[in-house]
Nanobody, 121 residues
């Protein structure tokens, strides 16, 4: 599966962005999808995940209540709606696909190229 992340940009603190992760090849019904992010000088961290059925989601504590992950299997696209953005959300955001539902990056064998989110304070 090939993944293409998009939707990043510059936004003021308190604003919103919606990231998209479009897949080609095998459909999202085969894989669980996760969003990760990596800020400058920091390790990549899990942000949110959705099961291949769409029935389960999980979130990092730092984004719970502000970010929402959702999927549209008909469009082969997973979205990450990000509200109430903070300066500390600034990072490159990656979507990834896995055959296992989890938060660890090593579970994810397929990665998109990343999209930059910059939140100005």
């Amino acid at each position: 599966v090939q993944l293409q992340a998009s939707g990043g940009g510059l936004v003021q603190a308190g604003g919103s962005l919606r990231l998209s992760c479009a897949a080609s090849g095998r459909t999202f019904s085969t894989y669980h999808i996760g969003w990760f992010r990596q800020a400058p000088g920091k390790e990549r961290e899990f942000v949110a995940g959705i099961s291949r059925s769409g029935g389960r989601t999980n979130y990092a504590g730092s984004v719970k209540g502000r970010f929402t992950i959702s999927g549209d299997n008909a469009k082969n696209t997973v979205y990450l709606q990000m509200n109430s953005l903070k300066a500390e959300d600034t990072a490159v955001y990656y979507c990834a696909a896995s055959r296992s539902f989890g938060t660890m990056s090593y579970l994810y064998g397929y990665w998109g190229q990343g999209t930059l989110v910059t939140v100005s304070s």
